[in-house]
């Protein structure tokens, strides 16, 4: 269809549970969430508001007032600043991924910039990149500890073929392979020069206790990303937030669309941050079983697993340097039709953290298939 942008052909829709499964019972390992719904207590005090509250007739509250200043505070208690972030600071979306694609149309669109991104990493930057015509480069990390390549990427900076790096992309922990950045990285970071935007995507942060938020005080050229999909259990109602200077927190909500978030989710999120202590409350369970999980995934010999400081492990057949994809998806395959979804990414594994049930069966079903390797 001629009316269709040429460079469209190319991309498929994102999938997320490509192909389901027949299993009774599945385990959703394989997106990363909390393996626990909202507690019923907070379910039935968000139906109240619904009810009582919410007019749906009317558009939703579109400057977020009161949502971004608990969050303000919220990520200044992480952040153990003493002046606290304020409104200014933050910008809300539906879902991370929304202000990704806003902070690719404030930076780069139009032939202005490309992207920088270390591989294996969160795919979303690059496929939102590709739908908006901006180029991406794509650096590579030591295959040993993914650590990333900071020769290639300063190499990167320099080239000039394509438009100027405008803004570069890590996550922290990074996903899929669960380390938080190094002291050399993050020390590349801060060498960058004020003309490059260094987005910080702490999806992970309640999991790992690590975070660079209060590097925001002092760089007017770093944003930090955070969602409400992971540790606080609303993937299902898609907000995520940006911490960053009032400059940048201003591009971001010019390029936003005016009503992107619903009632109901702004007012799930307000909700969960005036319950952290409840919510986050199995966070130290998690990470005893992704602790658990990687001791046990130590002990099969036919596998490679690195550790985490996120709610998911790394994991990929030995020797780690041959070509695998066949076997990790036969894999993959294989434990969907058990009723376990993992995913296969970044040439490895990506095994999300779920119950202590959940885990146990996980590890019996990689267990049983490796058994019948050669
Ligand atoms: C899961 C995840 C997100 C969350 O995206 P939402 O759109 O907020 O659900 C963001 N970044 C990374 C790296 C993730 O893994």
Redesign the pocket.
């Known amino acids: 269809m001629s009316f269709l942008r040429a460079d469209l052909a190319q991309l498929k829709a994102y999938v997320s549970h490509p192909g389901g499964t027949t299993a009774q019972q599945v385990d959703i390992l394989d997106t ?1 969430e909390s393996p626990y719904d909202l507690p019923l207590a907070l379910k039935e005090k968000l139906a109240n508001y619904y009810t009582e509250a919410i007019a749906t007739n009317r558009y939703p509250n579109g400057s977020h007032h009161r949502l971004k200043s608990l969050i303000a505070t919220y990520a200044s208690t992480s952040a153990h600043l003493t002046t606290n972030f304020s409104e200014a600071n933050i910008s809300v979306g539906n ?4 202000l990704i694609r806003s902070i690719l149309i404030a930076t780069c669109l139009g032939g202005e910039g490309s992207i920088l991104v270390a591989d294996p990493t ?1 795919s ?1 930057y690059r496929i939102l990149a590709t739908t908006l015509g901006i180029p991406s480069i794509t650096v590579e990390r030591n295959p040993k500890d993914f650590s990333i390549d900071l020769t290639k990427a300063q190499a990167a900076i320099a080239q000039t073929k394509l438009p100027p790096v405008k803004v570069i992309f890590v ?1 922290h922990p990074n ?1 899929p392979t669960g380390q938080c950045l190094t002291d050399a990285e993050i020390t590349w970071l801060r060498s960058l020069p004020e003309n490059i935007l260094v987005v910080i ?1 702490e ?2 942060y309640e999991f790992s206790q690590q975070t660079l938020a209060a590097e925001i005080v002092t760089r007017p050229n770093w944003l930090i ?1 955070r ?4 540790a606080f259990r609303l ?1 299902a109602l ?3 937030y940006a911490i960053a200077q009032p400059t940048v927190i201003q591009a971001l909500e010019k390029v936003r669309l005016p009503y992107n978030l619903p009632s109901f989710s702004q007012q799930a999120a307000t909700l969960a941050l005036e319950n952290t202590d409840y919510l986050l409350g199995v966070i130290p369970e998690i990470q005893a079983e992704r602790e658990h999980l990687f001791t046990e995934l130590q002990h099969i010999n036919k596998l490679h697993t690195w550790p985490s400081d996120a709610n998911f492990l790394h994991t990929r057949l030995k020797p780690i340097d041959q070509p695998q994809e066949q076997q990790l998806a036969h894999l993959v395959e294989t434990l969907k039709t058990e009723g376990t979804l993992i995913r296969h990414t970044g040439g490895g594994l990506r095994i999300s953290v779920g119950t202590p049930q959940e885990n146990q069966r996980t590890l019996v079903r990689l267990k049983n298939f490796v058994k019948l390797l050669p």
């Open positions: 990363n879902g991370s991924d929304e969160f979303m996550v996903s995507d999806a992970y990303l969602t409400f999909s992971k993937a898609r907000v995520g």
